[in-house]
């Protein structure tokens, strides 16, 4: 009797679709499903697509081996102001924290003399402050006054939270307080969700971690039931395995932890794209990336660099911008995939302020009512009315012609905008698509000469159904030579979910080894790498577990604090001066500057990793390339280098073989996306079948760099 195959699962949900790639674990093949978002149930979506993935390659539930999900919900539940109505408990004398705020404004606003803080995702009527108080060391100051703590809970439950979140002064070092306090509130509000945050990150700085907690209590009680709902509809499918999901690290934890741990999923959607971005890196030999994903509704924009994601503890969720920083949105602690998130996607509406000047986004059709070509009632002009009356989508092929688009709402809606404007639709369209170059252009602007990257030194990747259409006008941006598009660009966040590791971070305020003392510090990395394995242990890994140990270190005078790895072993005074040696390094490449003030250590940090098994991706031997072979046919394409409207060869991405080569303007076309090569650009296959597309006339061209002369 012949084996049943087993299958891996990726699913993906965004604001405009939800993308799904399954992948038999004994053949390696590869297939895709793309569905719309249904953003009123998104369970619902999730299992249509699965059941769609799964009559396409004729298993049942029983068959998959793995499943894998990552979900902008928690982060549109902070843009929308949708999460729960949330309590804050915390110490006496500190319940104005989030009325103070540490928000400030950016961009325009700082220009805005009528600028206004957003309200905090707390009222300050649903503070609780408790009689109590810790140090800094942990030692207790002023006893828990249970009574007092009673009292006042009773209070804040009458006023019906949803949630709960505790921070108290100094709970990072010594969390006694907070889970009493914990109990209390567990007693009295039962139904309500309970977090507390040296649960969460046990770490200093006060309003950031209470930020940290609040964050988690108000996406936490959707969040959760969001999972436990999508997990118990995969075991009615057979599914019998933990459902797995992307944490904004790029580290994936099981549903029932991430339940628990809400804001460590902020940025789960745009983790996973990253993280297929550092495996394209991989398998081509790129050890420096910039990894470009534009879907319906947003656009993403990360940095891999020397083959790994960069991740940041300082990272803002609601602002202009989600992205690393100090200043607007609100501050999450837990490690995040430094990233910057913009609204500027295939759904961005177009629209005419006071001074008659074209803008674009934030608003977004999302996939109700969808951009005005969708035919689903909506009635603004959005970037993808803009691609197709362009000539770059064909509306008889869109996802694979299994959705029918119609140019002709594209056109009125653009006639809308030209009658505001005074110029003809044509060039309504083509202002939107430079629009939207320009605000993606502002995430990897963040994430790379922000941080002092040059992005000219970096091998652009795009991803999401829209990326590749935009991603060379991106390039043009800064000058980036060389740009990459993997195979099924429009579902590659949900191949990224594959290959990312089970891991669990761990954290706490490093003990004092000034004095030469360094068994306190062996005893907390020891304490944290044995709470690591056991959650692994508890989700059924026990072998092949990896442990990856660092410290954070700062100058005494700074509050900048960097995070420096550091080997296994005995911690000894050559271990943390040679911590001390790599940090003033590292300092000296970010800074441009080499203070010769002390060092001290301020955290230490535990990942634990099971690697778990991933699919393989096949490469093919290059051949003399006949890339006319692929052509369709020939459509009229708008590109500015042309002077307008030209006739432009359309090839079948699935007729292309390694070694193919042409030159633009041309337009690649696959199910689930579309690429766009203009003029003075090539493009050629290599072995991975990945696009590679650089600035070359085809004539002229010897080769496209060393490392891609290996991959091809």
């Not at 700074?558 to 940090?583: H, K, M, N, R």
């Not at 940090?605 to 490469?619: G, L, T």
Request: one cysteine or more; charged letters at 20%.
């Amino acid at each position: 009797m012949v084996e049943a195959s087993s299958y891996f699962v990726g699913v993906d949900v965004g604001g405009t679709f939800t993308d799904l790639v399954i992948v038999c674990s004994q053949t390696g093949t590869v297939r895709n499903v793309k569905t719309l978002t249904t953003p009123n149930d998104p369970v619902q979506g999730v299992m249509t697509a699965v059941r769609d993935a799964l009559a396409l390659v004729g298993a049942t539930g029983a068959q998959l081996d793995r499943v894998v999900h990552a979900t902008t919900l928690p982060t549109n539940l902070v843009l929308e102001r949708k999460g729960a109505k949330v309590g804050f408990v915390t110490t006496l004398g500190f319940g104005d924290m989030f009325r103070i705020s540490k928000q400030k404004p950016i961009g325009s606003n700082r220009y805005d003399l009528s600028y206004r803080r957003p309200e905090p995702l707390v009222a300050r009527g649903m503070v609780a402050e408790i009689d109590e108080r810790i140090d800094h060391l942990g030692h207790v100051v002023t006893p828990l006054d249970a009574a007092d703590a009673e009292t006042r809970i009773a209070a804040l439950a009458a006023k019906g939270p949803e949630a709960v979140a505790i921070c108290l002064l100094h709970g990072y070092a010594n969390p006694d307080h907070e889970r009493r306090v914990a109990e209390i509130a567990r007693r009295h509000m039962p139904g309500a969700y309970v977090c507390i945050s040296s649960d969460i990150w046990p770490e200093y700085q006060e309003y950031e971690r209470a930020s940290t907690a609040v964050l988690s209590a108000y996406i936490g009680p959707t969040f959760s039931g969001y999972v436990n709902e999508l997990e118990q509809e995969l075991r009615k499918l057979g599914y019998a395995r933990p459902l797995q999901i992307m944490q904004s690290s790029g580290g994936v934890m099981t549903a029932a932890a991430a339940a628990q741990k809400a804001a460590y999923m902020i940025e789960s959607g745009p983790a996973a794209g990253i993280m297929a971005a550092a495996e394209l890196g991989r398998v081509c030999g790129f050890d420096n990336l910039i990894s470009f994903d534009m879907g319906g509704t947003t656009a993403k924009a990360g940095v891999v660099q020397n083959g790994q994601p960069r991740i940041t503890n300082d990272f803002r969720v609601g602002g202009k911008a989600s992205a690393g920083g100090r200043d607007a949105g609100e501050p999450i602690k837990v490690p995040v995939i430094d990233l910057a998130e913009v609204g500027a996607g295939g759904g961005s509406i177009a629209w005419v302020d006071r001074g008659g000047f074209l803008q674009l986004g934030p608003e977004s059709a999302s996939s109700e009512p969808g951009p005005a070509c969708y035919g689903f009632g909506g009635t603004g002009m959005t970037v993808t009315d803009a691609n197709l009356l362009l000539g770059y989508l064909d509306p008889d092929y869109f996802l694979g012609g299994t959705m029918k688009i119609h140019p002709e709402r594209s056109r009125a809606a653009a006639d809308a905008l030209a009658a505001k404007l005074g110029i003809e639709a044509t060039e309504v369209a083509r202002g939107i698509h430079m629009l939207a170059n320009t605000n993606m252009a502002s995430a990897i602007r963040i994430v790379t000469l922000q941080r002092g990257i040059d992005p000219r030194e970096y091998v652009l990747t795009a991803s999401g159904g829209a990326g590749p259409l935009h991603v060379v006008g991106v390039a043009e941006h800064f000058g980036i030579p060389t740009v990459i598009i993997p195979p099924s660009p429009g579902v590659r966040s949900a191949f990224g979910l594959l290959v990312a590791d089970m891991a669990y971070d761990q954290i706490t305020m490093a003990a004092d080894v000034s004095r030469g003392d360094f068994a306190a510090l062996d005893a907390q990395l020891a304490q944290l790498e044995a709470e690591g394995r056991d959650q692994l242990r508890r989700d059924g890994f026990e072998d092949g577990i990896v442990v990856e140990r660092a410290v954070s270190i700062r100058f005494e005078s700074q509050v900048l604090d960097l995070t420096i790895p550091i080997p296994d072993g005995p911690i000894d005074a050559a271990v943390i001066a040679a911590a001390e040696t790599s940090f003033r390094e590292l300092y000296a490449a970010t800074a441009g500057l080499r203070p010769t003030d002390r060092c001290t250590l301020v955290h230490c940090k535990v990942r634990v990793v099971a690697h778990v098994r991933k699919p393989e991706q096949a490469a093919h031997a290059p051949r003399p390339g006949d890339a006319e072979q692929a052509v369709k046919r020939l459509r009229p394409a708008y590109f500015t280098a042309a002077g307008g409207f030209v006739d432009t060869k359309v090839y079948d991405r699935a007729r292309l073989s390694p070694g193919d080569a042409f030159a633009g303007p041309a337009i690649i076309e696959e199910p689930e996306s579309t690429t766009i090569c203009p003029p003075g650009y090539v493009v050629e296959v290599d072995r991975h079948l990945n696009l590679v597309i650089e600035r070359h006339r085809l004539e002229d061209r010897a080769s496209i760099g060393e490392k891609l002369v290996t991959c091809l």
